[in-house]
């Protein structure tokens, strides 16, 4: 694929393993493309929700539907959306410690015995302090504090106050859903101006970076969802493992270079997958899957 020059907004509260924030031209120039501008965007599987924010942000759509399954991000998007002020308040006091650390791990890791408010808060401070954003990874620093970094490292204060205050600002054009993927897809795909972009966990390394991962058998029921939804306009990304290629062998597919942050900086091959009627947009070029339909 030929560089995008488009910048690429920052807008997200949360770090988030295999973020997408790499694909914003490519996910921007689509949405206008598939006539979605000014429309609603999906998310499926939102996770930090980077794209959704951005385009939000920017205002090529009106509004974003956020979804994901795991309770936890849920809580989160629910809590710096609809309880603004207090969330950004603990922003701005909460103390940068291994106490507060393991305070919050145990909200995190007992989330019965706690409200879904801290429950948020929790996975926020979580995300910002441990290594690679990933919940149940261990803290920057060490426990011990002895690394290079510690664990304030990703955690600016001022910054991430920023960025939810833009959120709450947009808070009425975010809805926040807590349902399978599968039935935010058969909600929205085919509705008009509405751009539904899945981004489910990886096929071969989801188990390491979510606590949602995906069986087998869900890759194929969510393969059978948008196979039978070929006609409407979407696209979805996967790390490129051949048995992905095979459950989507009658869509169009493209290898394409994304950067992640997970364990050091890499450039992973994924596949860009996308509906029969979707409309790549002009000066896209990537690799074409061969042997796959036109």
């Known amino acids: 694929m030929r560089a995008h020059t488009l910048r690429r907004p920052q807008f997200s509260p949360l770090r988030y393993p295999g973020g997408k924030s790499a694909l914003y031209a490519l996910v921007n120039s689509s949405v206008r493309a598939n006539g979605a501008s000014g429309g609603t965007y999906v998310e499926p599987y939102a996770g930090g929700a980077g794209l959704a924010l951005g385009l939000?942000?920017?205002?090529?759509?009106?509004s974003v539907v956020i979804?994901?399954?795991?309770?936890?991000?849920?809580?989160?998007?629910?809590?710096?959306?609809?309880r603004s002020d207090e969330f950004m308040e603990r922003v701005r006091t909460v103390a940068l410690t291994m106490d507060e650390w393991h305070k919050q791990r145990q909200v995190y890791t007992q989330p019965s015995s706690h409200s879904d408010f801290d429950l948020g808060f929790a996975t926020f401070f979580l995300n910002r302090t441990n290594r690679s954003g990933v919940l149940n990874a261990g803290v920057i620093g060490g426990r011990d504090q002895s690394g290079p970094y510690k664990i304030d490292a990703r955690f600016n204060r001022d910054t991430l106050l920023e960025r939810c205050r833009?959120?709450?600002l947009y808070s009425d054009r975010i809805e926040v859903r807590n349902e399978d993927g599968l039935s935010i897809i058969n909600e929205f795909a085919g509705q008009e101006k509405t751009f539904v972009y899945a981004d489910p966990p990886y096929f071969e390394k989801g188990s390491q970076l979510y606590l949602n991962a995906f069986a087998a058998q869900d890759h194929a029921d969510l393969a059978t969802v948008l196979n039978e939804r070929a006609t409407t306009s979407w696209m979805l990304t996967y790390d490129a493992a051949p048995e992905i290629a095979d459950l989507y062998s009658a869509r169009r597919q493209y290898d394409i270079g994304v950067y992640y942050s997970v364990r050091g900086a890499r450039k992973a091959s994924e596949l860009?997958?996308?509906?029969?009627?979707?409309v790549l947009p002009d000066g896209f070029a990537a690799a074409r899957v061969p042997g796959l339909p036109e």
């Open 56 to 62: 939000l942000l920017t205002e090529i759509v009106e």
């Open 166 to 168: 833009l959120v709450a």
């Open 272 to 278: 860009l997958i996308t509906s029969d009627s979707f």
């Open 67 to 82: 979804n994901d399954l795991d309770p936890a991000i849920y809580a989160f998007w629910r809590s710096v959306t609809s």
